[in-house]
């Protein structure tokens, strides 16, 4: 006969009370005091701590050009992005034109064809356009209810496609010049700039500041009763050769991952900032300055945020300074006001800028203006096949509005000039609508836009314009239209054919 027992094994404290085990009380502290005396815990060598830091900060502020704008203050973003004119929204226009109602108005100076949602308001004041015109019909600027802020120089690059600061428009820290280069829309950070040659320092302030043990998902923990955070598991990261970056944070964080202390430097945004020296002081009372310890100063062999000079060769920023920039945090931005893309076209030998969408309406269902004289074989095929086929001649296929061509212009510095295509669907031939979108309008002096050849890649571009609201140091918003360029999923392309034949349509009979 076969008897199966089962035996529950737990464990019985003789204390009920936890506290004694969760103090963990050394029993033998001679055997624990002789074990930090072997390891050199005594003098400090591997259990010290860093308690404080005095240090020596240097901050320059930063400047614009046009002093009426205060990096400081405002978001960089506003100020190099801005355009003329961007405080005129749609609202603004209607409201302040509402106010020269009862003037007799030149025709032009009305809204024709405003954007959704305000198509209502067609023929109307603009306000933007009586401004403009504000010295001509001698109105006074008291006339206008709301006091015009003004404008920046815009620093777009019609040529080149996106900003681009010149000298003069340059911010400066200190005298040295920062200016903003091949800026592509978007969020400024410290590689957006170059520095101009350096200036004189003064002597930064002297500060204090007390370090705290870095933490991140994933750290070791500080104290060994605490439970592990499950969601994130480091060591599930395998190291490979393909990944150095992954290979040196394992390394890293199973080797020093509790040895990491932060120290805060209190710095204000829109300035330069350098850390000129540093003492630490740590937990048994020893000094560690970057005249005797290396690891303190600033590496020499590499650097991770340095600023490029605007000329190479130039020195630039010190390697230790920081452009701390005031940015537009999470701004939010509106729907496209505009949206171009440009591409190559190797079959037609063309740079075509394609506009898509214009007044934040897609140009399939904007209104085009074009001439309703008699066209080139209209009708449909008549679809029978007993009968002999006839051809008509037509003399161009392939050609739309809102397709704008660029060629290349040899005279001179080598440009892609802007070009407009006849309409010869009709028997009278006229210029194709020019194209809308303020991006592919030519700058003030030159009567068509230009493009460098270097600008448009062969996958194309894609441009828009839209606008982003944020607030300054105070808390005030800031409003200002962006131009941002990205990249295209596939070059726009269309197909010409001219001096065509094509089969004979029947006209199209009387209605009823």
Not at 168 to 179: K, N, P, V, W
Not at 278 to 293: A, I, K, M, N, W
Not at 475 to 481: A, C, E, S, T
């Amino acid at each position: 006969m076969t008897v199966t027992a089962h035996l529950r094994l737990e464990p019985r404290p003789h204390e009920r009370n936890l506290a004694e085990g969760f103090a963990a009380a050394v029993q033998d502290p001679v055997w624990f005091l002789a074990r930090q005396w072997q390891m050199g815990e005594h003098q400090g060598e591997n259990a010290s701590s860093p308690v404080w830091v005095d240090y020596r900060l240097r901050q320059r502020p930063i400047a614009a050009a046009d002093p009426r704008f205060d990096p400081v203050e405002v978001p960089a973003e506003a100020i190099v992005e801005s355009e003329v004119d961007d405080w005129w929204t749609m609202g603004r226009r209607v409201r302040i034109g509402r106010r020269f109602l009862g003037l007799a108005l030149d025709p032009a100076l009305l809204l024709r064809r405003p954007p959704p949602p305000y198509e209502q308001f067609e023929g109307a004041p603009d306000g933007l356009l009586v401004w403009r015109a504000r010295v001509a019909l001698g109105l006074a600027p008291d006339a206008f209810p709301e006091d015009v802020p003004p404008d920046s120089t815009p620093d777009w690059d019609g040529e080149q496609l996106l900003y681009d600061q010149t000298e003069a428009r340059s911010f400066s820290a200190s005298g040295q010049a920062l200016t903003v280069r091949r800026h592509r829309g978007g969020r400024l950070d410290w590689h957006s700039v170059d520095a101009g040659p350096p200036v004189a320092l003064e002597v930064g302030e002297e500060r204090e500041a007390i370090p705290t043990p870095l933490g991140y998902p994933g750290a070791p923990n500080t104290r060994w009763w605490q439970i592990e955070n499950a969601d994130v598991d480091l060591g599930g990261y395998p190291p490979d050769s393909a990944h150095a970056a992954t290979a040196l944070l394992t390394d890293l964080i199973f080797s020093h991952g509790d040895d990491w202390f932060l120290l805060p430097v209190l710095a204000a945004a829109g300035h330069v900032v350098a850390i000129e020296s540093l003492q630490v002081r740590d937990s048994f009372g020893r000094s560690y300055d970057e005249t005797v310890h290396a690891g303190l100063r600033p590496p020499e062999d590499w650097t991770l945020f340095a600023v490029d000079p605007v000329t190479p060769g130039d020195a630039g920023l010190a390697p230790e300074e920081l452009v701390l920039w005031h940015v537009a945090e999470l701004p939010l931005e509106s729907a496209p006001v505009e949206r171009v893309q440009l591409g190559l076209d190797e079959q037609s030998n063309l740079l075509w800028a394609v506009e898509r969408v214009v007044d934040g309406r897609d140009v399939d269902s904007r209104v085009v203006d074009r001439p309703t004289g008699p066209a080139f074989n209209e009708g449909a095929p008549s679809g029978d096949s007993r009968e002999a086929k006839e051809y008509a001649y037509v003399p161009a296929q392939g050609i739309g509005p809102w397709w704008t061509p660029y060629t290349l212009d040899e005279e001179g510095p080598r440009r892609l000039v802007q070009r407009r295509l006849a309409d010869l669907t009709r028997q009278r031939p006229t210029l194709m609508p020019a194209p809308q979108a303020l991006v592919l309008q030519p700058p003030e002096g030159l009567e068509r836009h230009q493009v460098a050849p270097l600008a448009v890649p062969s996958n194309g571009i894609e441009l828009t314009r839209r606008w982003s609201l944020a607030r300054d140091l105070h808390g005030r918003p800031v409003l200002w239209l962006e131009r941002r360029r990205g990249p295209s999923l596939a070059p726009p392309a269309r197909t010409l054919r001219f001096d065509v034949m094509e089969e004979a349509r029947t006209p199209p009979g009387p209605p009823g």
